[in-house]
């Protein structure tokens, strides 16, 4: 029997060289003991696998293999190591084995990196920062928060929460380990041991702040308490500041709504209202910064407003499409496509997402985000945990736009007068879905939604308000993905688009409803 000790329980480069030198020595998966400071051996240390000499053939993977890999090593589950392990060796002679989803094997590392991807989520939305008393005569405040992870995931998750509060100095407490950060000093996040729940301030001066906040914010006309529970589990109010008020505004929530009925709507206040200039609101409060931090980077408070339903939104949203269809100024490569692609989804949906223009595949079946774009869309999406048909989706203009070349159509990029063209009708749709926030993906949707052209990179992660007083949360057009060369960039920026839509439709969530 062989043993390998890895350096932690994360230790994905140590697992690979250890498990590829297995390979190449022919060693049986189960003939190895793996073991890692959070997973002690189940056996007496045996010796370590032999070196693997230098000149041999490096074992050969499908390209989902190491992002599957890389994900499942965080799963507390002390069998993960053996079980990629014995994958490894298995694609050695069974290619397609990944495509195989019924495989035990590789469903239960599926099921591994899915988990580990849902508790990422979960750690970005429900970490709560709270402030550190320091020794008067230090300098600056210090933003300290304590989580319970399921999984093994403060290092790889550390860099979102190094880019979200790149200005605070912050340190993140775990049973396991913990991560700190020097705000604007920069350099490196640094991991040290784990901590105690006591290491960490229970409470700081504003903590009402989160639990007023929480309140406002509650819509009772919304509350569905089994969906509260699977976005919020119990495991993690423990630490949530406004938490201890959920029981008491579930039991309200009834006698609340009656009184909104009695009261009649709000009226649309926040839609009219005109702001001259973008305002940013970082993170919308579901970002885990302490509402008194947030003030102090500049942040207004959150309109809210209760939304009056209204069932003819469907048939409103179907005569629009019917105007567009009928005009005909449309402009000039109006006649190659072969039809309009408008928006589709639930028209009471929360999230709205703007996209371009609808490509070669949208244009054949009518239907926005259809193609390769669009399925990348869906695979980002169901890893944020927003499921498609939850959200409504459309594009800033909506023809083809494309140069023939002999078989094939080639998109062209919508110029400012193909966006100026569309925008009323987008206007009038977004108007008319009233989503609580719009997510607008790349540099044409950006401009269609705030009337002027800016880099995607400036606003990213974001979330704004537009002239016309929406909520919009700018990110880049999946298609950007697609065409980024390098694989290790491509991961991270595809990585980084899931936590955009992730934080979104966590923003989403906990706004109230547009007016
Ligand atoms: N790109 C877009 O912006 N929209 C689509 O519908 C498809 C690709």
Redesign the pocket.
């Known amino acids: 029997m062989h043993s390998v000790a890895l350096a932690a329980p994360d230790d994905f480069d140590g697992w690979r060289a250890a498990a590829r030198a297995l390979v190449i020595a022919g060693i049986a998966p189960e003939r190895v003991s793996w073991s890692s400071p959070a997973d002690p051996p189940a056996l007496l240390a045996g010796p370590p696998p032999p070196e693997a000499p230098e000149d041999a053939p490096a074992p050969r993977v499908p390209r989902g293999f190491p992002d599957l890999a890389a994900l499942a090593i965080r799963h507390r589950d002390p069998q993960r190591f053996a079980l990629l392990h014995r994958l490894l060796h298995r694609l050695q002679a069974e290619r397609g084995l990944l495509e195989v989803a019924s495989d035990p094997d590789v469903a239960r590392a599926e099921a591994m990196a899915r988990a580990v991807r849902r508790d990422a989520h979960k750690m970005h939305a429900f970490v709560r920062f709270r402030e550190m008393r320091v020794a008067e005569g230090a300098d600056g405040a210090r933003f300290v928060a304590w989580f319970e992870p399921g999984h093994h995931i403060l290092r790889a998750e550390a860099g979102f929460f190094r880019r979200r509060f790149a200005a605070l100095r912050w340190s993140i407490l775990t049973p396991c380990g913990s991560a700190h950060w020097e705000g604007a000093e920069g350099g490196e996040v640094r991991f040290g041991p784990g901590a105690r729940r006591a290491d960490a301030p229970a409470e700081d001066a504003a903590e009402d702040l989160w639990r007023t906040y929480f309140a406002a914010i509650f819509n009772p006309a919304r509350l569905k308490t089994g969906a509260m529970l699977a976005e919020m589990p119990r495991r993690y109010w423990r630490n949530l500041p406004e938490a201890r008020d959920i029981p008491r505004l579930i039991a309200e929530a009834p006698a609340r709504v009656a009184e909104m009925v009695e009261r009649g709507a709000t009226p649309p206040a926040l839609r009219r209202q005109r702001t001259a200039h973008l305002v940013s609101l970082p993170g919308g409060r579901s970002d885990g910064l302490h509402p008194a931090a947030a003030s102090r980077v500049g942040t207004p408070a959150m309109p809210h407003a209760e939304t009056p339903t209204d069932s003819d939104v469907p048939a409103a949203l179907a005569a629009l499409k019917r105007e567009i269809e009928t005009r005909n100024d449309l402009p000039g490569w109006s006649g190659q496509a072969t039809q309009l ?1 408008f928006g589709e989804g639930p028209p009471e949906a929360l999230l709205m997402f703007v ?5 070669d ?2 244009d054949l079946a009518g ?5 390769p ?2 399925r990348l869309f869906n695979r980002a999406m169901e890893e944020a945990g927003v499921a498609r048909d939850e959200a409504y ?1 459309t ?2 203009v909506k023809h083809f736009k494309f140069t023939p070349t002999g078989k094939r159509r080639l998109h062209q990029t919508p110029d400012a007068g193909d966006i100026a063209y569309y925008r009323p009708f987008l206007e009038r749709e977004i108007g008319l879905v009233a989503p609580r926030l719009l997510v607008t ?2 540099a ?2 950006l401009r269609a939604v705030t009337g002027r052209a800016m880099p995607v990179t400036k606003v990213r992660g974001n979330v704004l308000r537009a002239p016309d007083g929406r909520l919009f949360y700018p990110t880049v ?3 950007y993905l697609l065409r980024i060369p390098d694989s290790a960039m491509k991961a991270r920026e595809y990585d980084r688009f899931v936590e955009d839509l992730a934080k979104a439709a966590a923003t989403a969530r906990s706004l109230p409803a547009a007016a």
């Open positions: 692609v996209g371009e223009q609808p490509g595949e949208e239907r926005p985000f259809v193609g774009a669009g989706v594009n800033a993906l790349g044409t949707a057009h999946p298609s």
